[in-house]
Nanobody, 123 residues
């Protein structure tokens, strides 16, 4: 079974940057479309960004366009989410998820999930 592990979260001031990582054991991440999701307290899980298996197709939700970049590092078997110009409303637990068939932001269509990493944007 594919196990995804997120890392890179933390506390950052507004305007700051963080890079989240999604690493996989057992299988190459290039076999999976990868999505990044976030969930703030009391809210549903929101699709933030996703990247296709090849890396040629990416998507960003409107609220993060121009601030977040999703990318793959095949050699490290890792997908990154570079987050810049962070805002307090970006505060959430961030999850990565994988699917062999689906590419998009519907969390119900992803098969594999990590445990999440907390991102807190506060002064």
């Amino acid at each position: 079974q594919v196990k995804l592990v997120e890392s890179g979260g933390g506390l950052v001031q507004p305007g700051g940057s963080l890079r989240l990582s999604c690493a996989a054991s057992e299988l190459p991440l290039n076999d999976y479309n990868i999505g990044w999701f976030r969930q703030a307290p009391g809210k549903g899980r929101e699709g933030v960004s996703c990247i296709s298996k090849s890396g040629r197709n990416t998507y960003y939700t409107d609220s993060v366009k121009g601030r977040f970049i999703i990318s793959r590092d095949t050699a490290r078997n890792t997908v990154y989410l570079q987050m810049s110009s962070l805002k307090p409303e970006d505060t959430a637990v961030y999850f990565c998820a994988g699917s062999t068939m689906y590419w998009g932001t519907d969390p119900q269509l992803y098969n594999y999930w990590g445990q999440g990493t907390q991102v807190t944007v506060s002064s």
